[in-house]
Every structure is written in C-alpha cells, then in structure tokens.
C-alpha cells in the first residue's frame, strides 16, 4: 500500500486508519477494511438490486440512462462485458426491437444503434424537424419602448413633462 494513504485521509479516516493495523498491508487489505467499516451494511447488496431494478425510463433518453446506470455499475466494480449486459436488458423494449443482441458486440455499437433509433424515431413523429428548424427571430420592439435593464424614475412633478429619466437597474 502507498505510504501516502495516511496524509490523504482525514478527521475520522484518518483515526480509523492509525488505530487499524494495516499500515504495510496491501491495497486489497485496506480497500475491503475500509470499505467494511464505512459503507452501510449489505452496501454492495442493495446498490446491486438497485442496477437490476434500474430500468431506462420513458422518454429518457439513451445516453442520460447510460451515464446513470454506469456510474451505479462503477461503483459495483462490473466489467465491460457485464455493464453491457446489464445496459442491454434494462432498456426500453422498444431499442431491444430495433438493436437486437446480436447487432453489437461493444458499448459503443449499442450506443450507436441507440443513438440511430431516437434519430429515427424522432424523425418520424416530427420532432426531429422542429429541432433542426431555424430560431424564430425575436419579435420587434416599439422604439418607445423601455430598453430591458432600464426602470424609469419619475421625479415630484409627475404632471409636468421632462421630469422622468431612466437609470439603469441594479
């Protein structure tokens, strides 16, 4: 184990640490004590119920449930393969019918395939058209109109003319 973990720990870590023995054992050693004393009990347990039971939700889009998802699966120390199961099995049936099992062998195929659906999907129900559509211009302005930014200050003479100026907002 580095013999820096020491100064980087602090407050009660750092305590749990000097009274704990494992200064020269290894960094497996440290990582399951520590973890054992910190995290809540069954951690890994009910984080894994949470990955199965996290299913990509409607109108999510794919690469929103992805990052959620995965940073769960980093946590649990999946591997590639396994995170791609996983992914796979929790989408939406509907990007299960369009990218079937078979179709990719990486993440970054699935991600492609996922990414092509919404395209498609998107296209197909007009959204995708209203999105590349150009910016509306923004409506005219009365040129008597107060600039935004601007508040009028009227002065004790209200009736006479002349006696309002503008100053700018705070």
């Not at 062998?105 to 498609?120: D, F, W």
């Not at 600039?147 to 009028?152: I, L, M, N, Y």
Request: aromatic content about 10%; glycine content about 4%.
């Amino acid at each position: 184990m580095p013999q820096a973990i020491p100064g980087l720990l602090t407050d009660t870590a750092e305590h749990w640490f000097r009274t704990s023995q494992l200064l020269g054992k290894s960094w497996t050693n440290f990582k399951k004590a520590f973890l054992d004393f910190f995290l809540p009990p069954r951690y890994f347990q009910r984080l894994e119920d949470e990955i199965r039971t996290r299913d990509q939700r409607r109108g999510e889009a794919f690469k929103q449930y992805l990052v959620n998802i995965r940073l769960m699966m980093h946590r649990a120390g999946y591997n590639a393969e396994q995170e791609l199961d996983r992914i796979y099995e929790n989408l939406q049936p509907e990007y299960q019918m369009y990218a079937r099992r078979h179709d990719f062998t990486t993440l970054e195929q699935l991600t492609t395939l996922a990414v092509n659906y919404e395209v498609t999907r998107d296209r197909s129900t007009g959204s995708h058209a209203r999105m590349l559509a150009e910016p509306q211009p923004a409506p005219r302005r009365n040129e008597y109109e107060i600039p935004a930014g601007v508040r009028t200050l009227e002065c004790c003479r209200r009736t006479q003319p002349g006696n309002e100026r503008s100053l700018p907002r705070n």
